[in-house]
């Protein structure tokens, strides 16, 4: 169930025709039971959210001579250019519609800090969700699908925002296109059901790795708006719960305050993936290395003694750092890695097979930020990239790479370094669709 703090959404329902929401001018029709909203996107700065169409009912109307489901949205610009589109999948509406008017991410409150507090236009676009607009085949194998993510591209509502300027352009709404071929973003029953064939889902990283457990949580809860909160702090002005839509994804540090059932997790211990048996559902742990933390010891001493076990389904262990390393493939070999792939009941699993291990890479940093964090510029981190890619291949031969480049370039984020609900919600996707590869 959604948190209860989420009832202020109820404000004025939808639109009547020609309403001003969130900045932009709104016409509500209906169709066969279908309600369109159509958005006159005029005023630049304010024109990138796609959507304001949720369908009603299921439809079929005829438009120009085509037949177009309740699932098709009309987006009129300024120039008049329609633009046609998968909508947000009914269970997100109320999300959606919430988020389009309440999106406020919070700045960093530390040594960080370059933004104000500002109500930010929502990642989300609707996209997202089909993922492929441009009609590409589904991918048939694994590295059909990892060549798909590795060599996509970001795109924008509006074609214009593309030959913008990379800092201007990351202020816009935008989404992945992948190359070649696509696969759907997951229902919260399949993600249940694909996370459940194996016995332990191990993140293992630093911050970037916590904001996709969050989207995890988000799809799982099939809740945009609070759904990657999960925190033993519920009351008081610093509780993490005031952080909705994008500002789950905000460093500020009420933000940040994730703890308890988010780090350590089986369904039901959070009325999740009802349909999985009581007695066989996977065990999820969030392990955070930033500043020392050993946690990841213990979830390997919780696992010695079932990697034997003929009938343990086996982990998958989802590695990604080097923030925190300076963005030094040497250091974080030998500081994150090693460790890990030198404890006997890592090597144990993986001699007995019951350990699938996945990389997933450094992202591109804004430009905005390569003069204060030089070592993290695009430059570095794409060599970071290279030299991590070959480290890894030497000690893990079967290892599975993700490389999140273009997922992220030109991105809106929260802060220049952290991205928002689109790129995690995608990246969870990701992870998602390369465990049922593993697994088969």
């Known amino acids: 169930?959604?948190?209860?703090?989420?009832?202020?959404?109820?404000?004025?329902?939808?639109?009547?025709?020609?309403?001003?929401?969130?900045?932009?001018?709104?016409?509500?029709?209906?169709?066969?039971?279908?309600?369109?909203?159509?958005?006159?996107?005029?005023?630049?700065?304010?024109?990138?959210?796609?959507?304001?169409?949720?369908?009603?009912?299921?439809?079929?109307?005829?438009?120009?001579?085509?037949?177009?489901?309740?699932?098709?949205?009309?987006?009129?610009?300024?120039?008049?250019?329609?633009?046609?589109?998968?909508?947000?999948?009914?269970?997100?509406?109320?999300?959606?519609?919430?988020?389009?008017?309440?999106?406020?991410?919070?700045?960093?409150?530390?040594?960080?800090?370059?933004?104000?507090?500002?109500?930010?236009?929502?990642?989300?676009?609707?996209?997202?969700?089909?993922?492929?607009?441009?009609?590409?085949?589904?991918?048939?194998?694994?590295?059909?699908?990892?060549?798909?993510?590795?060599?996509?591209?970001?795109?924008?509502?509006?074609?214009?925002?593309?030959?913008?300027?990379?800092?201007?352009?990351?202020?816009?709404?935008?989404?992945?296109?992948?190359?070649?071929?696509?696969?759907?973003?997951?229902?919260?029953?399949?993600?249940?059901?694909?996370?459940?064939?194996?016995?332990?889902?191990?993140?293992?990283?630093?911050?970037?790795?916590?904001?996709?457990?969050?989207?995890?949580?988000?799809?799982?809860?099939?809740?945009?708006?609070?759904?990657?909160?999960?925190?033993?702090?519920?009351?008081?002005?610093?509780?993490?719960?005031?952080?909705?839509?994008?500002?789950q994804f905000s460093e500020h540090v009420k933000c940040r305050q994730n703890n308890g059932l988010f780090d350590a997790f089986t369904p039901r211990d959070l009325n999740l993936c009802s349909h999985l048996p009581e007695d066989d559902q996977f065990k999820f742990r969030y392990v955070d290395r930033n500043y020392g933390d050993r946690k990841y010891e213990r979830v390997l001493d919780e696992i010695a003694q079932l990697c034997i076990k003929p009938q343990y389904k086996g982990a998958i262990w989802v590695l990604q750092g080097g923030l925190h390393h300076g963005t030094n493939a040497q250091n974080t070999m030998q500081k994150w890695i090693k460790p890990l792939m030198d404890n006997p009941t890592f090597k144990s699993c993986i001699e007995l097979k019951k350990m699938e291990v996945v990389w997933v890479t450094y992202g591109a940093q804004s430009r905005q930020l390569d003069k204060k964090y030089p070592l993290q510029t695009r430059e570095n981190a794409h060599t970071f990239n290279i030299a991590m890619e070959s480290e890894l291949k030497k000690h893990l031969p079967n290892i599975t790479i993700i490389d999140w480049w273009g997922v992220t370039a030109e991105a809106q984020t929260s802060d220049g370094v952290h991205f928002l609900s689109d790129v995690n919600l995608f990246k969870a996707s990701v992870v998602a669709n390369v465990i049922e590869f593993l697994r088969y």
């Open 1 to 247: 169930m959604k948190q209860s703090s989420k009832g202020d959404q109820a404000q004025s329902g939808s639109p009547s025709k020609y309403q001003k929401v969130n900045g932009y001018t709104v016409e509500s029709s209906s169709t066969f039971g279908t309600r369109s909203w159509i958005c006159y996107f005029n005023d630049r700065r304010r024109r990138a959210v796609l959507l304001f169409s949720y369908a009603i009912t299921i439809a079929t109307i005829m438009k120009s001579g085509r037949l177009m489901t309740s699932d098709s949205v009309e987006i009129i610009m300024a120039n008049g250019t329609e633009v046609s589109s998968s909508i947000i999948p009914p269970i997100y509406e109320e999300d959606a519609l919430y988020c389009e008017q309440n999106n406020i991410v919070l700045s960093r409150d530390d040594f960080l800090d370059n933004h104000h507090d500002a109500v930010r236009s929502w990642s989300v676009a609707p996209y997202l969700f089909n993922n492929n607009p441009h009609k590409v085949k589904k991918c048939n194998n694994l590295h059909e699908y990892l060549v798909s993510i590795r060599n996509g591209t970001r795109r924008w509502v509006q074609s214009s925002d593309e030959l913008l300027p990379p800092l201007e352009a990351e202020e816009y709404p935008s989404y992945f296109v992948p190359y070649g071929c696509y696969l759907p973003f997951p229902s919260s029953h399949q993600l249940c059901s694909t996370l459940n064939k194996y016995s332990h889902i191990i993140f293992d990283g630093d911050s970037l790795s916590r904001h996709v457990t969050q989207a995890v949580l988000m799809i799982l809860r099939k809740d945009l708006i609070l759904g990657g909160i999960e925190s033993t702090n519920k009351h008081g002005k610093d509780n993490p719960y005031q952080c909705k839509c994008d500002g």
